[in-house]
């Protein structure tokens, strides 16, 4: 158990702490179809990290899971959790309230994919508008969110490894059984857990429009779909369409590309040390990441002894 008593309730169990565009909303919400578990609404409170959210207060966030029965595992999923150095007071503020036994989920995904994911995410919010290699110097912090042993020290250091599960998108997305058990056996979960075919993949960036409030409230306008159908021609409503799309995967350049590799392996040689996957770098992240389950290396030699 989490939080106080005294407190009048329950804080969540376990946590999905990131990494932002790594499969977190699917997890969450194929963890919210399981009997016996109960996941927030929002996905994301971000209690821990933004400072207006934290100003709500401990009893706001405790009203999340205000709808879970008793003997049911809490969760939420907040990847603003593991955003250094954008967020710097959220370890501090988990640790005032979080217990030793809480359970953290940490998913990563290939460093530069995960990167370009994120920027066609901001791209569509209209938070970046240049090129990603332009967006990489005025937004830094995107790369920073791909440094996963960065982001993880802290927790490590807070909870130790046997409080964190790490997962890799690449074996999550083509094992989803497997990985949706895993997770599970991870958080206490006594049940058998299914995977839910029904839901699909969530939270694609890829498929969005870039967000305009103008434009949207004219498309929501009543009658106004029966009218652009009437009088607009299938091939000039694509048209339009398209100009708000990204049409292709953005590149990088190959400068750029080769700057992140740098940055990124050597993050990556620390990750693979304390996973026991000497050598991990961008080059062989994918194949690595498929084909196996990341465990910490202290707690394989403990299992192993």
């Known amino acids: 158990m989490s939080a106080s008593a005294s407190e009048g309730g329950r804080l969540p169990d376990f946590i999905i702490i990131g990494a932002m565009k790594c499969a977190t909303s699917t997890l969450h919400e194929q963890l919210a179809r399981q009997s016996d578990i109960f996941m927030s609404d929002p996905k994301e409170p971000n209690f821990f990290s ?110 130790g490894e046997a409080s964190i599960l790490p997962l890799f998108f690449e074996r999550f997305t083509a094992h989803e059984q497997e990985s949706l058990e895993r997770v599970c056996r991870f958080i206490g979960y006594a049940r058998q857990p299914k995977w839910s075919e029904s839901l699909g993949e969530q939270n694609v960036s890829s498929e969005r429009m870039r967000r305009s409030a103008w434009r949207d409230a004219i498309a929501k306008f009543p009658g106004m779909t029966a009218l652009r159908r009437a009088f607009v021609p299938q091939s000039v409503r694509d048209r339009i369409k398209g100009a708000w799309m990204i049409k292709e995967r953005p590149a990088l350049s190959n400068a750029s590309m080769a700057r992140l590799k740098s940055l990124f392996d050597e993050d990556l040689a620390t990750l693979g040390a304390w996973l026991g996957l000497d050598g991990l770098c961008c080059d062989n992240f994918k194949s690595m990441a498929a084909n196996g389950h990341p465990t910490w290396r202290a707690q394989a030699k403990v299992t192993a002894a």
Do not use: C, N
Not at 127 to 143: N, Q
């Open 50 to 159: 933004d400072d207006e959210q934290w100003a709500r207060g401990t009893s706001w966030y405790r009203g999340l899971f205000a709808g879970a029965k008793p003997g049911d595992l809490r969760g939420e999923s907040s990847t603003h959790y593991t955003k250094l150095p954008t967020y710097p007071l959220t370890i501090d503020r988990m640790r005032r309230h979080l217990t030793h036994g809480a359970k953290l989920v940490y998913i990563m995904r290939h460093p530069i994919d995960r990167l370009i994911s994120q920027y066609i995410h901001e791209w569509t919010q209209g938070v970046v508008s240049g090129t990603i290699d332009e967006a990489l110097d005025s937004h830094p912090e995107m790369i920073e969110y791909s440094r996963y042993a960065m982001q993880l020290k802290p927790f490590i250091d807070a909870w």
